[in-house]
């Protein structure tokens, strides 16, 4: 198994910046691919940025040039840093990752909320 918990989430003004940090533990060996996916209300669970264990990164079209998605092995944290926040961006933003046999894992979600 392996366990995501994420962080950085809160309110802030269109145009400001966040970073969410993801942190994985146990069966990390077995990850290849992590990633943030936000779920706005009412509405679907959308792709923000991937990133692979051959740092090979994917950004959703809606977020390039103003998030990046990075990893720092050493603590086992994946980082998403949003700037040029917009209100369109609120959402629960949640943690992914993909391992060998197919599984995914999700972490429980942090909240981003963007004032006008």
């Known amino acids: 198994q392996v366990q995501l918990v994420e962080s950085g989430g809160g309110l802030v003004q269109a145009g400001g910046s966040l970073r969410l940090s993801c942190a994985a533990s146990?069966?990390?060996?077995?990850?290849?691919?992590m990633g943030w996916y936000r779920q706005a209300p009412g509405k679907q669970r959308d792709l923000v940025a991937t990133?692979?264990?051959?740092?090979?990164?994917n950004h959703a079209d809606s977020v390039k040039g103003r998030f990046t998605i990075s990893r720092d092995n050493s603590k086992n944290t994946v980082l998403l840093q949003m700037s040029s926040l917009k209100p369109e961006d609120t959402a629960v933003y949640y943690c992914?990752?993909?391992?060998?046999?197919?599984?995914?894992?999700w972490g429980k979600g942090t909240l981003v909320t963007v004032s006008s």
């Open positions: 990133i692979t264990s051959g740092d090979i990164t």
């Open positions: 992914n990752a993909r391992g060998t046999g197919n599984m995914i894992y």
């Open positions: 146990g069966r990390i060996f077995s990850i290849h691919t």
